[in-house]
Structure formats: C-alpha cells, structure tokens
C-alpha cells in the first residue's frame, strides 16, 4: 500500500480544524463541506484531505506534525 502524503494545504486544514486525533478532527472537517459547497477552490482541498485522512490509521495521524501549520489567532480590533 502506497504511503499517504499531505500536501501543504491539506495540513493546514487539519492543523485549523485539529481536535486532538484523527477521528473527531476528521469530523470537525467534514462539518465544514455544507459552508464551502460553493467555493471551487476550498471544497475540492477539504474533500481530499478528507479522503487521504480516512486513508492513515490514528497512529499515522498522531505522527503528523501540525504545529507549524497552526496559526495565530489575529487580534480584532
């Protein structure tokens, strides 16, 4: 079996919607599809991330490292 690689933008959907493990971040994804339905750009990353996600065990999951691909919240002023 072919080893799943994530692309930039793919980590940083995980890494935005990270809930600790690969199942409930997997769900926290999922929820967003119904918001970008219509975005041409977004859905198709979501869907795949999705896809690939769905494709690691936990422990490859838990192997990631998102932290890189976290960012701040910006400050409203």
């Not at 119904?34 to 198709?44: A, G, S």
């Amino acid at each position: 079996m072919r080893k799943v690689t994530f692309e930039q933008n793919e980590m940083l959907v995980m890494a935005m919607f990270d809930a600790g493990n690969r199942k409930h971040t997997l769900e926290r994804i999922e929820e967003v599809i119904p918001n970008v339905q219509d975005d041409e750009e977004v859905l198709p990353l979501v869907v795949n991330t999705i896809e690939k996600m769905k494709r690691i065990s936990d422990a490859e999951f838990h192997k990631l490292d998102l932290e890189p691909y976290k960012q701040e919240p910006e400050d409203e002023e």
